[in-house]
């Protein structure tokens, strides 16, 4: 994993922004302090700061550029199959390097352009510029695990791995987006391409733009409505053995590094089936867990050590106290001042990877991705409820519509459909109505559930929970669960990867 940034100008880049590329790449040095470098042009200059982690060597180094200075690319992330491109690829382009998969993400886009993205498997953000036909593409993972933004300003665009990077130059304004705002009193997160600041945009997961003298596009690459508008005609036992084949497959590419991997265990299932099948390829792993000096439900360390022992794996666990968590929350604070925390996980997580980075790892398992597969309690919940307000809801709509009744918590009611309460962490659009006191009112954040939701329209029973699973996968996983994974492990210089998504 690493940071990257860059300004495009193709009016020519100036003096000013020679000066603020520096300053943009070294706000990302907690993100790869193993090196730092830069690609400058007339009209393009792009910035890398790499931790090392696949072909450490330094002729891996970023910005890299093919053998004739045409194709430039600074990317963070990783892609997991870049030994099985590589070997497709090697027989008609000169590899100068020994296993690099970003010198792969060079030649596979000479080799099949912009759709070469179709064939990566991994957690990315990347930036190309393509000389030859005078493109920058922005590019963003399927799920959004690697965030990228950008701010279009004047003449330019600049982007970065991270808001407060951007926030370096003088040229973004830092004034902020209220509809932004409004959104995270609902969703303790915002939906991309929407930010905190007005300047400043996301990369939608599954999304590239692309940038030239005359144009700014973004295009979907990758659409999981595209799944779930599909009916499965699998029978229980066929999805269960195709589950198990994508999870070893995804377990095996997911172990591939040149330095040694931990584990996040904390007793759970998504974690117990990583370390698990971890295991079973024979990695040379450890674990780590966190604990609490005070025994509560929550505290499931007991059930990681046992499993841990049965696994014959070395488990290192944190035993950690309310002075620890409240000098995380203000450590962490320092360090991501970008946008709110809307889970309050981001801070055992970012102990979590402090911990790692003292051990001498960095690179850390997560289970993230688990639930939104659709099996947790809550959907069972969630559904059952749906029916319940949905024969209902000929009485509580008019009710809850009264200004003097106190049923404003039940509103939950949009156009034809129930908004999910299990997507709703924050407020409802009738308790902020109450609270919001600008002089202007965004458009209601049910607005955007509803377009999201809509988007699964095949006609089967489940589709609710297709519905909400949208929801999941467009919002709340790339923008608050994902989020909760880069911001804090990258502040210590750690890579996260998550083999359920």
Same mark, same amino acid.
């Given at each position: 994993?690493?940071g990257?940034?860059?300004?495009?100008?193709?009016?020519?880049?100036?003096?000013?922004?020679?000066?603020?590329?520096?300053?943009?790449?070294?706000?990302?040095h @907690?993100?790869?302090?193993?090196?730092?470098?830069?690609?400058?042009?007339?009209?393009?200059?792009?910035? @890398?700061?790499?931790?090392?982690?696949?072909?450490?060597?330094?002729?891996?180094?970023?910005p890299?550029?093919?053998?004739?200075?045409?194709?430039?690319?600074?990317?963070?992330?990783?892609?997991?199959? @870049?030994?099985?491109?590589?070997?497709?690829?090697?027989?008609?382009?000169?590899?100068?390097?020994?296993?690099?998969?970003?010198e792969?993400?060079?030649?596979?886009?000479?080799?099949?352009?912009?759709?070469?993205?179709?064939?990566f498997?991994?957690?990315?953000?990347?930036?190309?510029?393509d000389?030859?036909?005078?493109?920058v593409?922005?590019?963003?993972?399927?799920?959004?695990?690697?965030?990228?933004?950008?701010?279009?300003?004047?003449?330019?665009?600049?982007?970065?791995?991270?808001?407060?990077?951007?926030l370096?130059?003088?040229?973004?304004?830092?004034?902020?987006?209220e509809?932004?705002?409004?959104?995270?009193?609902?969703?303790?997160?915002?939906?991309?391409?929407?930010?905190?600041?007005?300047?400043?945009?996301?990369?939608?997961?599954?999304?590239?733009?692309?940038?030239?003298?005359?144009?700014?596009?973004? @295009?979907?690459?990758?659409?999981?409505?595209?799944? %779930?508008?599909?009916?499965?005609?699998?029978?229980?036992?066929?999805?269960i053995?195709?589950t198990?084949?994508?999870?070893?497959?995804?377990?095996?590419?997911?172990?591939?590094?040149?330095?040694? %991997?931990?584990?996040?265990?904390?007793g &759970?299932?998504?974690?117990?089936?990583?370390?698990?099948?971890?295991?079973?390829?024979?990695?040379?792993?450890?674990?780590?867990?966190?604990?609490?000096?005070?025994?509560?439900?929550?505290?499931?360390?007991?059930i990681?050590?046992?499993?841990?022992?049965?696994?014959?794996?070395?488990?290192?666990?944190?035993?950690i106290?309310?002075?620890?968590?409240?000098?995380?929350?203000?450590?962490?604070?320092?360090v991501?001042?970008?946008?709110?925390? &809307?889970?309050p996980?981001?801070?055992?997580?970012?102990i979590?990877?402090?911990e790692?980075?003292?051990?001498?790892?960095?690179?850390?398992m997560?289970?993230?991705?688990?639930?939104?597969?659709?099996?947790?309690?809550?959907?069972l919940?969630?559904?059952?409820?749906?029916?319940? %307000?949905?024969?209902?809801?000929?009485?509580l709509?008019?009710?809850?519509?009264?200004?003097s009744?106190?049923?404003?918590?039940?509103?939950?009611?949009?156009?034809?459909?129930?908004?999910?309460?299990?997507?709703?962490?924050?407020?409802?659009e009738?308790?902020?109505?109450?609270?919001?006191?600008?002089?202007?009112?965004?458009?209601?954040?049910?607005?955007?559930?509803?377009?999201?939701?809509?988007?699964?329209?095949?006609?089967?029973?489940?589709?609710?929970?297709?519905?909400?699973?949208? %929801?999941?996968?467009?919002?709340?996983?790339?923008?608050?669960?994902?989020?909760?994974?880069?911001?804090?492990?990258?502040?210590?210089?750690?890579?996260?990867?998550?083999?359920l998504?």
């Amino acid at each position: 994993m690493c940071g990257i940034s860059g300004i495009i100008n193709f009016n020519g880049i100036t003096e000013n922004q020679n000066e603020d590329i520096i300053l943009i790449n070294q706000a990302l040095h @907690h993100r790869g302090p193993n090196n730092e470098g830069y690609f400058n042009s007339d009209m393009v200059n792009f910035g @890398h700061q790499r931790l090392a982690i696949i072909d450490i060597n330094e002729l891996a180094n970023q910005p890299m550029t093919d053998i004739n200075n045409e194709i430039i690319v600074t990317f963070n992330g990783e892609i997991f199959n @870049h030994a099985e491109l590589r070997s497709e690829l090697e027989s008609k382009y000169d590899f100068k390097t020994n296993h690099s998969d970003t010198e792969v993400i060079i030649y596979a886009y000479k080799e099949w352009g912009i759709d070469c993205i179709q064939r990566f498997t991994g957690q990315f953000a990347i930036a190309l510029y393509d000389k030859t036909i005078g493109s920058v593409f922005l590019i963003r993972d399927r799920i959004g695990q690697k965030p990228l933004y950008y701010s279009h300003t004047g003449d330019s665009t600049y982007f970065s791995s991270e808001i407060k990077s951007l926030l370096t130059s003088k040229k973004i304004k830092n004034s902020l987006n209220e509809e932004a705002i409004y959104d995270y009193l609902t969703l303790l997160t915002t939906k991309a391409p929407k930010t905190f600041f007005n300047q400043i945009s996301k990369v939608e997961s599954g999304c590239y733009i692309e940038i030239t003298r005359d144009k700014k596009i973004s @295009h979907r690459y990758w659409d999981v409505a595209n799944y %779930l508008k599909t009916p499965i005609m699998d029978s229980e036992q066929e999805a269960i053995l195709k589950t198990e084949e994508l999870l070893e497959k995804s377990m095996r590419l997911r172990n591939i590094a040149d330095i040694p %991997l931990t584990y996040a265990i904390s007793g &759970g299932l998504d974690s117990s089936l990583n370390l698990y099948y971890a295991k079973t390829i024979g990695s040379n792993i450890d674990a780590i867990n966190i604990s609490f000096d005070v025994d509560n439900k929550f505290n499931e360390s007991k059930i990681a050590e046992q499993y841990c022992s049965k696994l014959d794996v070395p488990l290192k666990t944190i035993v950690i106290n309310k002075s620890d968590i409240e000098t995380g929350i203000s450590d962490f604070f320092k360090v991501q001042p970008d946008m709110p925390i &809307g889970d309050p996980n981001s801070i055992l997580m970012y102990i979590l990877a402090k911990e790692t980075k003292k051990n001498g790892r960095h690179i850390l398992m997560v289970g993230e991705g688990g639930d939104e597969i659709g099996g947790y309690p809550k959907y069972l919940k969630t559904l059952k409820r749906n029916r319940v %307000l949905k024969s209902l809801q000929f009485i509580l709509k008019p009710l809850i519509q009264s200004t003097s009744f106190r049923l404003k918590s039940l509103d939950y009611f949009f156009n034809d459909t129930i908004i999910p309460k299990s997507q709703i962490h924050g407020f409802t659009e009738a308790e902020k109505n109450k609270l919001w006191r600008s002089k202007s009112k965004p458009r209601s954040t049910y607005v955007s559930m509803y377009e999201t939701m809509s988007e699964v329209n095949l006609n089967t029973n489940d589709r609710y929970l297709r519905q909400i699973l949208n %929801l999941e996968y467009k919002i709340r996983l790339p923008e608050m669960i994902l989020a909760r994974i880069d911001y804090p492990t990258m502040a210590n210089s750690v890579e996260a990867r998550s083999p359920l998504c």
